[in-house]
């Protein structure tokens, strides 16, 4: 069993995602897959979990192998709230269950990465400012927190994380970058390997916007 | 339209009086319209009903991977379909087969190919009758490229800072003394595939010696991390200041003297006295050698434009040891992960020269350029070790490019079966005999075997 490399993907699905946007999330998921899936290191060490966020927050996929990794229909409801706070609740119980840390008798997992894409603001937003510490002691090698559209806002997700990014438009095209680059940080995470726990992140395409 | 006669008399003699053939047809055509209507919903409701049961069985279908045998099994029920099969499964390279006497069928085959797949599951429901359209419900899986296809190996650019070969290996011959065949050492590094795919250079470093006047020899080998930018630099200088050091203290006659009769006393005595004494020399010599490769690391830092010395981040497992009439002295030291050890077949006996230093999550380890190695010093006495051992079958010095692979776990490195395993995996293909200075380049090929997830740097030092 060689180690494994988590990543966790937290995905808005509240109602403004309904439509192109999420068709085009789910194409550019695919893509990151099978760009994944032509290197070998992240063929070899991979494992994705999906976490779905509006109203309700599910674990649409638990942490799974890339190799075996098929991703389930994604629904969104008409309208409704968004959860953020609640996902990063259900994320953190996520990661205590699913990753491993070394002990003398088990090999541990390499730190996992997070990557959170919203297109809109926590609507339950006292739990979100709460759950940010719990968040930061799961030992992430890195957040990557994505606001997609013009509404989605930034401000929260700065206390989240400092890699926080833009996407203007929220078609496939600009999904499909976004998630290339996402594929393209995975592997870097691969192979930070030691002596660093902050991975430096490969720059972003022009569909995506640094946020200072 | 010639009107059957028969049934125009009927019609005539029930309820249609004097109609002419043309409201027959037109009646009949209105009464069939409004029936098939009625037939063609029914049929197509229960159509419905079953496609939506057969949607929402259980049934998927695993990835495959290139070269490998696929196979995956699954039956629908009886009472819903009456024939089906798999549509476009030829393309991944599969072959349905349906047995008709459980209804099960079997998906199975050799993909060819990877990439993502989509096929249909086609089924002729329960009171489908010719003429009617088949049902159908859609996968898709993805078959994965063989791992092992995508490596590549991309040479290091030799003109980069710091540049050092892909590979290297050693071998130091020890001449017979009175007859009597004595140990060499047999060491190779070679670069690890998840830095060939990226055309890297190898981080990792070793440096043997024996000293012909003195009888001691000196191994020292060194991980520099992945992710440090200058790490290769950092293993070298490391192994290099350290040798470089034990060297000089073997070169000081009286010193050797000295120190090679409190460990005579020491072994006749065993006494508390002679222990701390030797101790101190052990800080002198090993201690003292780690020291001078942090030193000389933190040199070469400033000297690069004042960089961090955490860009040079290496592991060092360094250790000296000679043979006297009552058995073997070893001395050594260590810091990060990897394995260093003394094993002995015959006996069954392993003694490992210290512990790996590991974290909570993969790849979390301790450096010897972390200051804190040095200043926290009860811990920095806890890396050095020496005592005196029976003769051996061999003391190995590995990097975790090694020891992950064959241990997986810090507990299996105090396991004597799992050395058993790993000489002997290494015996299949080294030829591990006296003054054999050929063993050093098939311990290189043997250094690239196959360990899924495992494609670290790897170097192993052996004494035998």
Partial sequence: MSRRLPVYILIDTSGSMKGEPIESVKVGIEAMLSSLRSEPYALESVNISIITYDREVKVLMPLTPLEDFQLPTIVVPESGPTHTGAALELLCKQVDSEVRLSTPERKGDWMPLLFLLTDGKPSDIQVYNQVISEVKKRHFATIVACAAGMHAKTDPLKQLTDQVFTLDTMDSASFRKFFQWVSNTIEIGNKSIGATNDIELPPPPDEVNVIV | ?464
């Fill in chain 2, 1 to 464: 339209m010639e009107l059957n006669k028969e049934i125009k008399d009927l019609l005539s003699n029930n309820i249609l009086i004097n109609c002419s053939d043309e409201e027959v047809i037109d009646f009949l055509t209105w009464r069939i319209k409004k029936d098939w209507q009625e037939y063609d919903k029914e049929r197509m409701d229960k159509a419905v009903v079953i496609k939506n049961k057969i949607d929402a069985l259980p049934i998927s279908f695993p990835n495959g991977t290139v070269g490998k045998e696929y196979h995956a099994s699954f039956s629908l029920p009886d009472d819903l379909v009456e024939d089906y099969w798999l549509e476009d499964v030829e393309a991944i390279g599969l072959k349905d087969e349906v047995n008709p006497t459980d209804n099960s069928c079997n998906l199975s085959g050799v993909p060819t190919e990877a990439g993502s797949y989509t096929f249909r599951l086609c089924y002729k429901y329960k009171g489908w009758v010719r003429g009617m359209a088949n049902l159908e419900r859609k996968f898709t899986i993805a078959i994965n490229p063989d791992p092992k296809t995508l490596w590549k190996n991309i040479p290091t650019p030799t003109d980069i800072e710091y540049y050092q070969p892909d590979s290297e290996c050693g071998y130091v011959k020890v001449e017979s003394k009175n007859g009597q065949p004595q140990k060499d050492i047999v060491v190779a590094s070679q670069r690890g595939r998840s830095h060939a795919h990226e055309g890297n250079p190898r981080d990792d470093h070793y440096r043997v010696e024996y000293l012909e006047q003195s009888g001691w020899y000196i191994m020292a080998v060194a991980d520099g991390a992945g992710s440090a930018k200058y790490s290769r630099k950092g293993s070298s200088l490391a192994c290099d200041a350290a040798v470089d050091h034990c060297k000089q203290f073997f070169a000081d006659e009286k010193k050797v003297k000295d120190f090679e009769e409190y460990i005579t006393v020491y072994n006749a005595e065993g006494n508390d006295e002679y222990k701390k004494l030797l101790g101190d020399y052990i800080y002198q010599l090993v201690g003292n050698a780690a020291f001078k490769g942090y030193k000389a690391i933190e040199t070469e830092a400033k000297s690069h434009e004042n960089v961090p010395m955490k860009l040079y981040s290496t592991t060092l497992l360094l250790s000296v040891c000679k043979k006297f009439d009552f058995g073997w002295f070893v001395g050594s030291f260590w810091v990060g992960d990897g394995a260093m050890c003394i094993y002995d077949k015959e006996r069954q006996y392993i003694k490992l020269l210290g512990t790996p230093d590991g974290g909570e999550f993969a790849g979390q380890t301790r450096f010897l350029t972390m200051p804190e190695i040095f200043t926290d010093q009860a811990s920095f006495y806890g890396r050095l070790r020496f005592s005196i051992e029976q003769d051996f079958t061999a003391l190995m010095l590995m990097t975790d490019g090694v020891s992950d692979p064959m241990f997986e776990t810090d507990a299996n490195l105090n396991k004597v079966e799992m050395w058993d395993a790993l000489y002997e995996n290494i015996s299949k293909e080294v030829e591990l005999s006296d003054d054999n200075a050929e063993s050093q380049y098939q311990l290189l090929k043997w250094l690239d075997f196959w360990s899924q997830g495992n494609h670290d740097d790897r170097t192993i030092a052996i004494l035998y």
